[in-house]
């Protein structure tokens, strides 16, 4: 069979969802304890379901790349958030088929609420860069 374009359009479904430690903590924290945060992430049309058809697709106008030139881009770059609630963001990275995890954070956690806090997003972009991923969660 051959391969298909490089320019192909159409993404396949996600392959492997790869979760980090703190992404199980902070998803029991934070997510399984809020409905409305629940049902965003994994319910009918939330994040995982469009991710799982796409992962290349954004969920809602607020899915995408930290700034290029900020301390996340710049340490993991293709690392992105998206919007699960007004104030809290699943923070990802899709690498090919594969989404990696990284967790839940809220503005004033990852440094980027008002007033921006560059020490906080230099020490959460460093531990995102350290991030192992051990497990296999399912998607």
Avoid: C
């Avoid at 430690?21 to 409305?36: P, S, V, Y």
């Avoid at 994040?47 to 954004?58: G, I, L, Y």
């Avoid at 008002?114 to 296999?136: C, G, H, V, Y």
Wanted: proline share 6%.
């Amino acid at each position: 069979m051959p391969n298909p374009p490089v320019n192909q359009s159409v993404q396949s479904p996600v392959k492997l969802w790869r979760a980090a430690g703190m992404f199980q903590d902070t998803k029991e924290n934070r997510i399984w304890r809020n409905a409305a945060a629940r049902n965003s992430f994994s319910g009918p049309g939330g994040f995982m379901d469009t991710k799982r058809q796409n992962p290349q697709a954004s969920y809602g106008s607020s899915d995408k790349l930290f700034k290029s030139n900020g301390k996340f881009a710049v340490r993991v770059p293709g690392i992105k958030h998206a919007h699960i609630t007004h104030d809290l963001s699943v923070v990802y990275k899709v690498e090919g088929n594969n989404i990696y995890l990284y967790g839940f954070f809220t503005h004033d956690e990852l440094g980027t609420g008002q007033p921006a806090n560059i020490r906080k997003q230099d020490a959460m972009a460093t531990r995102f860069s350290n991030t192992e991923f051990l497990e296999e969660t399912k998607g």
